[in-house]
């Protein structure tokens, strides 16, 4: 579940783009399968747009990143982890309303005006 706003994770390019970037990650890990997944989805595309240049999105399909999943610990789908200087600082497991996922990503925004943005075509 990847569009021009979130970047679609492998596990080739998961630690290199998390780890070099100037805003914090939220990571939603999802499977094809997984009704809550795809209704999360359109609220990420959503939060993606509202917080361009803060903080970037990124997705990682369970079922094709054995290493990352791993790596993360992911037993269950939707998972969403919130990431800065490649360190886990929250994680949200199941479905969640979008205003609690504005009120979390609100902690963590860098303003643009400070002149800290990220591009999501960089991964």
Known sequence: MASDKIIRFSDENFNPFVLKSRVPVLVDFWAPSCGPCRTLAPMLERLAGEYDGQ??????????????VKEFRISSVPTLTLLVDGITEQRLIGLRPIEELRSLLGNYARRKDRGESVSNQDA
């Open 55 to 68: 903080i970037a999105f990124g997705s990682v399909n369970v079922e094709e990143c054995p290493r990352t």
